[in-house]
């Protein structure tokens, strides 16, 4: 799932601030425009920058199927429901109905090719909006996120909860798949009644994985002193503000473009 992945690559090296100015002018830019260039341009940048993490293909799987969800979702519900909003003005050009008859308040749920049309945007601006931030937890190691949030004053109890949160998601994905294979190792065929014994399982393991947090936290006087020192330090460096400088002109260029043709429709 989401979890760092140890490697040597210029994007593992940088500082996390750089990352996360990144991901937030790339998700910026993909919410400002409506352009099928601009968003291509951005989900091309944010891949290149995806090759420079040299993040293998199987950490990106569960990455991948995120992202097609959301591609597919995206397309249909807006194909349906985009024409169908009290605020549309447009034309409406039906494909077919995916309904025989007309149903009481949801009607025929008629296909348009303007639904379409916006629904790849949608999808477009749903790729690149998740493939920016992504980059962050994958290439950035939790103790270095650690210190980014205390140099932007977060209080250590909220740095605690994100920081175990992003730990606990693939931990808990881990502890999943091993239950399973080991229930498939015990029976051929598994019902409904293994899956709610995984599911217990589950959730028995992660209490006890917590509780063992809690435990260490205490021995380690969490908490007991507002001021804490760390053996590492982060330092933004030369190549820390020429990523920040690209990711800055990646967002000027989505607003030049974007306000080059709201001039040319106030001008029409």
């Not at 979890?3 to 002018?25: M, Q, T, W």
């Not at 910026?28 to 040299?54: C, E, G, N, P, Q």
């Not at 502890?175 to 598994?190: P, V």
């Not at 019902?191 to 994985?209: A, C, P, R």
Request: net charge positive; hydrophobic share 55%.
């Amino acid at each position: 799932m989401i979890e760092y992945v140890n490697s040597n690559s210029p994007l593992h090296r940088l500082d996390p601030r750089s990352k996360i100015i990144f991901a937030l002018c790339v998700m910026a830019a993909a919410i400002i425009t409506s352009s099928y260039l601009m968003l291509a341009f951005l989900i091309i940048v944010s891949a290149i920058v995806w090759i420079i993490a040299d993040v293998p293909f199987r950490k990106l799987k569960h990455v991948f199927l995120i992202l097609l969800v959301f591609i597919i979702m995206g397309m249909i519900t807006q194909a349906v429901f985009y024409t169908d909003r009290p605020d549309y003005t447009g034309t409406k050009t039906v494909i077919f109905n995916l309904l025989p008859y007309n149903v009481p308040i949801i009607g025929f749920l008629p296909v348009t090719v303007e639904g379409i049309m916006y629904g790849v945007v949608f999808s477009m601006r749903m790729v690149a909006v998740l493939l920016a931030p992504m980059i962050v937890p994958f290439t950035t190691h939790p103790s270095d996120m650690i210190l980014v949030l205390r140099e932007m004053r977060f209080p250590e109890w909220m740095i605690l909860l994100i920081t175990m949160s992003i730990r606990f998601i693939p931990l808990t994905f881990q502890n999943f798949y091993t239950i399973r294979n080991a229930q498939k190792l015990r029976k051929i065929k598994t019902g409904f009644h293994d899956l709610m014994l995984l599911m217990e399982t589950l959730l028995i393991t992660s209490l006890k994985t917590s509780k063992q947090t809690a435990l260490s936290l205490e021995t380690k006087a969490f908490g007991y002193s507002s001021k804490r020192t760390s053996l590492k330090t982060i330092k933004f460096g030369k190549k820390d503000v020429i990523f920040s400088a690209f990711s800055v002109a990646v967002l000027g260029i989505v607003l030049m473009n974007t306000s080059g043709i709201w001039i040319k429709s106030l001008n029409i």
